[in-house]
């Protein structure tokens, strides 16, 4: 479905892009794969992906940082020719009430989660409008369409994914490139991992299906968006939270 396709998927080496990493490569993509400080890890899912007979290579880069970036999207263009799929799923959360909330902690979030999309979208942009072809999927949140307590850094970093994919779906669209969203519930990943039992069974409370969502359910997803049965679709938020927001 993805043969002879190249993506590009930021956070590749753990969760969600590495679920999304592993169904590419099923399917037939090649991929460049980010991350951010965990080599081995990264590492791990690139001899996992080769396994189905796909090129695959990682590549270390700070998404917050404009010129990293840049240059780590000339390294990519180099080494494959070309790029077709572009998923942004890096981020990072550091919870607490507004009321403590640190500038750094704010800062943190927003840099990582809503500047590296941008800065991933940004250089890839003239690349995607110069083929006048191209899909750009960012990984949202739930958060960032209901608000979460103890997450204004988060909610608003994702909050504003879903503006920038809005915008970037206008500005493309006359080029043949597609730009979608994909907001998660509660996941099942490290980051929900950490949530205490009673946090944990609070949630899945207001889950009308019961249960979390698993990284492989966002990656068929996310699959799907990125195959031509989707390029009649863009600038759309899609769900994945097991009714969470109904």
Known sequence: MLKNKVAVITGASRGIGKAIALEF???GADLALIYAGNREAAEQTVEQAQLFGVRAIAYRCDVRSFQTVKATVDEILSAFGFVDILVNNAGITRDGLLLSMSEESFDDVMDTNLKGTFNMIRHLYP????????????I???????????????????????????????ELASRNVTCNAIAPGYIETDMTAKLSEKTAQAALEMIPLKRMGKPEEVAKLAAFLASDSARYITGEVIRIDGGLCI
């Open 127 to 138: 690349h995607m409008m110069k083929r006048r072809s191209g899909t750009i999927i960012n």
């Open 140 to 170: 949202s949140s739930v958060s960032g369409l209901r608000g979460n307590a103890g997450q204004a850094n988060y909610s608003s970093a994702k909050a504003g994914i879903v503006g920038l994919t809005k915008t970037v779906a206008r």
């Open 25 to 27: 490569a099923a399917i």
